[in-house]
């Protein structure tokens, strides 16, 4: 294990909103869409970030992060950042800039995996317990439902998900599963995806993210999905993947002793697609990487937690890819739905 490198897992905020006039579709359809990007960029430039790529179709905008990515719709605002950056202090001025566009803070939630190199990072994220007093800090008092939780497998305890919720609701006000899958000690031919390839110094870092997206198979996860990808010098990949109202993204730390993959799929259902949607959109995604440890974090947010898609992750891993599941714990959050956490490594080990 490298003594120091950089920090692959991502924090992870969610912010969401509702209109003060209450009826966004026809008072305010484009909702948070409307900030400005001078503004944004002004936030992310206190997080330690900027914007490297972005798309948008009629449902969201999406940009790729120099670390990782941002995602904004009407009612709601995804930012997931990694290395060093001071995530949090995006809280206070994104609930400001909300307020100019007539919305008011619902919920808030923020999350992550434990960190590869802890003692690199800045203060308050050496300990989730200064985390979360500077998240709560921030949160108006109309968010009175709170819980923050340490979910710990109890067969690798240093590969904890971390989970503070607030909300000013005792019920989720949306219906919606989200899939958030943390790979490390990738597969080393696989990881060769990921670092460009010498003698094409002459390509920028969007024609070298298509081709890594194509020479990895990242593009046969959901066909479907149209793909915003840059590739960084001299490793590294990010894509943003955007599919009607649905995101995706996957960003990738390569180097060998730190390696890092992450996949995040949202806005998915349980009655749209079936069970199998998001056993086998997982199946895809892991099969890209091989890692040697992987966890998934599945949040059902107004969905009631169904057992049986549980199970049927784990069947489908382990039957495609040899993956057996070593740790599934349960977590329920008021008006923030249910967190499943689920460890996974090869069978052989």
Not at 5 to 30: A, Q
Not at 65 to 81: A, D, G, M, Q, R
Request: glycine share 6%.
């Amino acid at each position: 294990m490298a003594v120091s490198g950089f920090e692959g897992f991502e924090k992870r905020l969610e912010l969401r909103f509702f209109d003060d006039n209450t009826i966004i579709t026809n008072n305010n359809p484009m909702g948070l869409r409307l900030i400005d990007f001078e503004s944004l960029d002004q936030v992310l430039n206190e997080v330690q970030c900027t914007v490297v790529s972005a798309v948008a179709n009629h449902s969201f905008d999406a940009y790729v992060l120099s670390e990782s990515s941002l995602f904004v719709y009407p009612t709601k605002i995804i930012i997931k950042t990694c290395g060093t950056t001071q995530l949090l202090k995006s809280i206070r001025p994104l609930i400001h800039l909300a307020r100019n566009v007539n919305l008011t803070l619902r919920a808030c939630r923020y999350s992550r995996g434990s960190f590869i190199f802890p003692n690199s990072q800045p203060f308050p994220y050496t300990s989730f317990e200064d985390e979360v007093a500077i998240v709560e800090e921030s949160l108006p008092d109309s968010l009175r439902y709170r819980k923050a939780s340490v979910m710990t497998p109890s067969n690798n305890p240093s590969r904890a998900w971390h989970v503070f919720t607030a909300s000013a609701d005792v019920e989720p006000d949306e219906s919606l599963v989200v899939v958030e899958v943390c790979m490390t000690e990738l597969d080393r031919v696989n990881a060769r995806s990921f670092f460009r390839r010498k003698g094409c110094d002459e390509r920028n870092s969007d024609s070298s993210g298509k081709e890594m997206t194509r020479l990895s198979g990242i593009d046969m996860i959901n066909a479907d999905a149209f793909i915003c990808d840059f590739a960084f010098d001299p490793c590294g990949y990010s894509m943003n993947g955007v599919d009607g109202d649905r995101y995706s993204t996957i960003h990738v730390t390569p180097e060998d002793g730190f390696s890092y993959a992450s996949f995040e799929r949202g806005g998915l259902s349980l009655y749209d697609g079936g069970h199998g949607d998001i056993a086998e959109v997982l199946a895809r995604a892991i099969d890209v990487f091989r890692p040697g440890c992987l966890s998934i974090a599945t949040t059902y947010n107004g969905e009631d937690y169904d057992h049986e898609v549980t199970k049927r992750v784990e069947r489908v891993l382990a039957k495609k890819l040899g993956l057996k599941c070593r740790s599934r714990l349960m977590d329920e959050f008021p008006g923030s739905g249910t967190v499943v956490y689920q460890s996974f490594t090869p069978r052989r080990k």
